[in-house]
């Protein structure tokens, strides 16, 4: 099986800290930087998979490093320097204790709490009459908690306000903020004959400045479908085609999967790890319109150290 990147332990010069987070490990350099590490790791149900997917950590690294600088103009980012295929140095911030979700189509939970009869996402009222994946007329801004442990939930902007987890008028930034990133990410999908769907952003804070921290517009923080046949496909009441990680809770739920209690992920074989491989490399070709170079992965740890002390230097 090609090599993948499913554990990283190093020890930067002036490292205080190192958090293992599902996919990334984040190493904190002297509370000034973060080295944010993308690993292969794959996760889906809250589950972490055994079998990490070669070049998977490259391909989000790289996402959402191309439109951190395409996003630039309309706020400033944690984005410092790309110094390894599957390493992004930023600036160390506080991050704000919600998460900014927004959703220009009725699917995925949206769609599930509207099929259950809410009319209301986070205090936002949507229309009577809607159908799954359905545009909504404006896009909805439906944050949710940040949790430390089990699942994020949903929050309206009132409660975050009256809970103090961010100030009034911090939170129409962020709103602000999200609403213009979502606009240039759903022209910059346009143009590539795709439909982002829904996605969500994360903020935090350094020196009283607010920055636009971590992922953004990946398969892995958001939902794209593909424009062409999509009005036939809802007229006809067909699924969408979509470009996201959707497929791999496919091939879980259908070989008896979803992260319930006993249940047991089902075996990975080679030919299924190449397979979710190449649909990541597709994905980044038709996200980003450029061809994939596949980084070598002969010594990938070393590879890593190396170019990211290289930086520091």
Excluded at 54 to 76: E, H, R, Y
Excluded at 263 to 276: G, H, L, R, T, Y
Aim: glycine share 6%; net charge negative; with cysteine.
């Amino acid at each position: 099986m090609t090599k993948a990147l499913t554990r990283t332990d190093f020890n930067f010069p002036n490292q205080k800290s190192v958090y293992h987070g599902k996919v990334r490990d984040v190493y904190n350099i002297d509370d000034e930087y973060l080295v944010m590490i993308v690993s292969d790791r794959i996760s889906a149900f809250d589950v972490v998979l055994p079998e990490g997917i070669p070049f998977k950590g490259q391909v989000l690294n790289q996402i959402a490093a191309k439109f951190l600088d395409a996003t630039s103009d309309i706020v400033p980012n944690w984005k410092v320097a790309t110094p390894d295929p599957n390493v992004t140095i930023g600036h160390h911030c506080e991050p704000f204790k919600v998460e900014m979700v927004i959703r220009g189509y009725l699917t995925g939970h949206a769609w599930r709490e509207y099929r259950d009869g809410k009319r209301s996402l986070c205090g936002v009222p949507m229309p009577d009459g809607m159908i799954e994946n359905q545009k909504f007329e404006n896009p909805i801004v439906t944050p949710t908690t940040k949790a430390d442990q089990g699942h994020d939930e949903d929050i309206s902007k009132e409660e975050i306000i009256a809970q103090g987890l961010v100030s009034k008028e911090e939170y129409e930034m962020l709103e602000d903020y999200t609403q213009k990133l979502f606009q240039r990410g759903t022209e910059m999908a346009a143009d590539k004959g795709l439909i982002l769907v829904d996605t969500k952003y994360e903020f935090g804070k350094k020196d009283g400045k607010i920055y636009l921290i971590d992922e953004i517009h990946t398969p892995d923080s958001s939902r794209y479908f593909y424009a062409d046949g999509y009005e036939e496909r809802q007229q006809k009441g067909e699924k969408q085609k979509q470009l996201s990680k959707e497929f791999v809770r496919q091939w879980l739920i259908e070989n008896g999967f979803q992260g319930k209690d006993g249940q047991q992920v089902p075996e990975m074989d080679e030919a299924f790890v190449n397979s979710v491989s190449e649909r990541y490399i597709e994905l980044f070709e038709n996200i980003t319109g450029d061809q994939f170079v596949k980084s070598d992965l002969t010594d990938l740890n070393n590879r890593i150290e190396k170019n990211v002390s290289e930086w520091f230097k």
